[in-house]
């Protein structure tokens, strides 16, 4: 018996044109904007989690430079299997909405980060529905998206 074949995200030249990849991307940007607008700088605090999760998900380890993400466009330089692109950044997200909600401030920030989300989600509906991101959303923001 064959296993199943798993979805591979394309390597450093084809990936500006998966649109897993681009959806990626745009998330990571909408909870940069949430993050930020909380005051807090995303940009540490999104390179610290990579750190951490680096044994897990090697392609987000920063020291790799395997994912490369600026101003809302990510761009991977290996090939990786879609549903590991979609757990390790889908975690790695919860984990700095995780630390940026804390206090009295947790629903306002879980708030505008599902809003940033949700803007994402429906101006990208297609890629979001064909992709493992599409049960992402409520993990990451820590409240309901849609």
Request: proline share 5%; glycine share 10%.
């Amino acid at each position: 018996m064959t296993p199943p074949e798993v979805p591979m995200i394309a390597g450093p030249l084809e990936n500006q044109d998966s649109p897993v990849i681009s959806l990626g991307g745009e998330l990571i940007g909408a909870v940069a904007r949430g993050v930020n607008a909380a005051g807090a700088d995303f940009d540490s605090l999104f390179h610290g989690v990579r750190v951490e999760l680096a044994d897990d998900y090697g392609f987000l380890d920063p020291m790799a430079n395997t994912l490369v993400y600026a101003a809302g466009v990510v761009s991977v330089k290996t090939d990786i299997p879609e549903n590991v692109f979609v757990s390790g950044l889908s975690e790695a997200l919860r984990r700095v909405v995780a630390r940026v909600a804390v206090g009295d401030r947790t629903r306002r920030v879980r708030e505008r980060i599902a809003l940033e989300l949700l803007g994402v989600a429906r101006k990208r509906k297609a890629a979001w529905e064909n992709s493992g991101f599409r049960n992402q959303l409520d993990r990451i923001a820590g409240t309901k998206v849609i």
